[in-house]
């Protein structure tokens, strides 16, 4: 943190929008390196000079997320994405943070424009694909849509990530194709036992014990 003081400290006569560009810039090594609070520190600082700097508040948004603040968090993102509404990254965390605090409904929201301006990012389309096939609300779920986007993210990966192909069971079991949905279930189970993670492999098993009796998997509320 100190050389990159420093170098703050030589660009202290530079205009306050260049003065912002770098912290931002060091914000962001800092959370990628999980150092959040030297982060938010710089962050807050170009925010109290430019309150609708809008790489400031995504970067603080995000902050507020890995460190689990979702309150502070949703704040930070949702103003980020009213400055940058075509910004993948806020419309992908804000989802993330909102459907964290139950929110699925807006989620889905963000998910979508998420998965419109990078059709083929594997988070946001597994992540959403999960909430419309799983989701307790039936207002919430749509079958055709949750096959589709996790369709594409087992696509994307060559059908060998296991949670992709879990999450394409659960859309064919919410689409009543349910011998699909036990065979993609099966084939997630192999490659968990594999290569993991092993600790979703009970639930992994309860589902393909669902779609075998012809039943859906929703989450509980």
Same mark, same amino acid.
């Given at each position: 943190?100190?050389?990159?003081?420093?170098?703050?400290?030589?660009?202290?006569?530079?205009?306050?929008?260049?003065?912002?560009?770098?912290?931002?810039?060091?914000?962001?090594?800092?959370?990628?390196?999980?150092?959040h609070?030297?982060?938010?520190?710089?962050?807050?600082?170009?925010?109290?000079?430019?309150?609708?700097?809008?790489?400031?508040?995504?970067?603080?948004?995000?902050?507020?997320?890995?460190?689990?603040?979702? !309150?502070? *968090? /949703?704040?930070?993102?949702t +103003? @980020?994405?009213? &400055?940058? =509404?075509?910004?993948?990254?806020?419309?992908? #965390? $804000?989802?993330?943070?909102?459907?964290?605090?139950?929110?699925? !409904?807006? *989620? /889905?929201?963000?998910?979508? +424009? @998420?998965?419109? &301006?990078? =059709?083929?990012?594997?988070?946001?389309?597994? #992540? $959403?694909?999960?909430?419309?096939?799983?989701?307790?609300?039936?207002?919430?779920?749509?079958?055709?849509?949750?096959?589709?986007?996790?369709?594409?993210?087992?696509?994307?990966?060559?059908?060998? #990530?296991?949670?992709?192909?879990?999450?394409?069971?659960?859309?064919?079991?919410?689409?009543?194709?349910?011998?699909?949905?036990?065979?993609?279930?099966?084939?997630?189970?192999?490659?968990?036992?594999?290569?993991?993670?092993?600790?979703?492999?009970?639930?992994?098993?309860?589902r393909?014990?669902?779609?075998?009796a012809?039943?859906?998997?929703?989450?509980?509320?």
């Amino acid at each position: 943190m100190e050389h990159w003081n420093k170098a703050i400290q030589l660009n202290a006569s530079e205009p306050p929008s260049i003065q912002n560009t770098l912290r931002n810039h060091i914000a962001e090594k800092l959370v990628a390196h999980n150092r959040h609070q030297q982060a938010m520190t710089l962050l807050n600082e170009t925010i109290q000079l430019e309150p609708n700097n809008a790489n400031a508040l995504k970067n603080l948004g995000t902050a507020f997320l890995q460190r689990k603040q979702l !309150k502070p *968090a /949703i704040a930070y993102l949702t +103003k @980020a994405s009213q &400055l940058l =509404p075509d910004d993948y990254g806020i419309h992908n #965390n $804000l989802a993330l943070a909102l459907s964290e605090t139950g929110n699925d !409904k807006k *989620a /889905i929201v963000h998910f979508r +424009k @998420a998965t419109k &301006l990078k =059709p083929n990012t594997l988070s946001a389309l597994h #992540n $959403l694909a999960w909430i419309l096939a799983t989701h307790n609300n039936e207002n919430l779920r749509n079958a055709s849509e949750a096959v589709e986007l996790s369709e594409r993210a087992c696509e994307l990966t060559d059908y060998q #990530n296991p949670l992709s192909l879990d999450t394409l069971a659960a859309a064919y079991a919410e689409a009543g194709r349910f011998s699909e949905a036990v065979q993609m279930g099966e084939m997630a189970l192999v490659l968990l036992k594999s290569s993991g993670p092993k600790e979703v492999i009970p639930e992994v098993l309860k589902r393909i014990e669902l779609f075998k009796a012809g039943r859906p998997y929703h989450k509980s509320p």
